[in-house]
Nanobody
Framework: HVQLVESGGGSVQAGGSLRLTCVVS????????MGWIRQVPGQEREGFAA????????YYRDSVKGRFTISRDSTKSTLYLQMNNLKTEDTAMYFC??????????????????WGQGTQVTVS
């Protein structure tokens, strides 16, 4: 049973910072590729950051490059997202996800990968 639990969301003023944490439990192979997806109600999901352990690649969507940093701890049981210089357009529900198939993060959905329950980030 794979479980992902996010924390660290909240409300912050534009220009501020937040750090999201995702604790993963379950089979290790599910941790091979992990990332973050966000969604605003009424809009499409946006996969914006991922770590691909298959080729040691890190992906960022252009809209977060230079502001967000994805990382994982040495045991690979926790995923982090450091968000700096937050903008109002970053307001969304943020989901941590793990994809055993290592598809591009822009293609991850709750039916083809494992997702947490989400944590709300509000920037004003």
């Amino acid at each position: 049973h794979v479980q992902l639990v996010e924390s660290g969301g909240g409300s912050v003023q534009a220009g501020g910072s937040l750090r999201l944490t995702c604790v993963v439990s379950g089979y290790t192979y599910e941790r091979k590729c992990m990332g973050w997806i966000r969604q605003v109600p009424g809009q499409e999901r946006e996969g914006f950051a991922a770590i691909y352990n298959t080729d040691q690649r890190i992906y960022y969507r252009d809209s977060v490059k230079g502001r967000f940093t994805i990382s994982r701890d040495s045991t690979k049981s926790t995923l982090y997202l450091q968000m700096n210089n937050l903008k109002t357009e970053d307001t969304a529900m943020y989901f941590c996800a793990a994809d055993p198939n290592c598809l591009p993060v822009t293609l991850w959905t709750p039916t083809n990968s494992f997702w947490g329950q989400g944590t709300q980030v509000t920037v004003s």
